[in-house]
């Protein structure tokens, strides 16, 4: 994972990073003060933006990220190859949002379809502390039900 600065990202990560900060504003939390926009590219070159919803019930919330990727599935776009994470940080003194443990695993599917790592950018909401990292990096050894075996498809 390596910290950059705005103005060292490509413009289409900016882009990308632009929809997730507009797609914070949808997010929904009666409940705490976090909330999250996200987006991701597709190998098409099409973005999609989530915003996280917030339950109640802690365990029913879905997070931005997952909602940006079922977002570009319901629109027939599942080869993901960027994310990007945009959060309400005023919780966290100014540190950029890292995925939860569901959504890693959740985000795990994606290069099994693209055949590529995932690139991810997080970013806090004053644009100050931005990470680029890959899912790979995040989550090294994801969980494999079937001991490795691939199921037929
Ligand atoms: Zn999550």
Known sequence: MIAVKLSKLRPL????LKA???????????YTRTTVGAAVLSKEGKIFKGSSFA????GSN?????????NANTNGFRKIEKLAIF?????????????????????????????KDLEIITSNDSKTRIFKTKLSELLPFPYNGSNGKKAKR
């Open 87 to 115: 959060e309400n940080d005023s919780v966290k003194g100014g540190e950029p949002a890292m995925p939860c443990g569901i959504c890693l695993q959740f985000l795990e599917e994606l290069p099994k379809i693209s055949g």
């Open 55 to 58: 339950n109640q019930s802690s």
């Open 62 to 70: 879905v997070c931005a990220e997952r909602a940006a990727v079922l």
């Open 20 to 30: 997730a900060e507009s797609a914070l504003k949808n997010a929904y939390n009666p």
């Open 13 to 16: 990560e900016k882009k990308l």
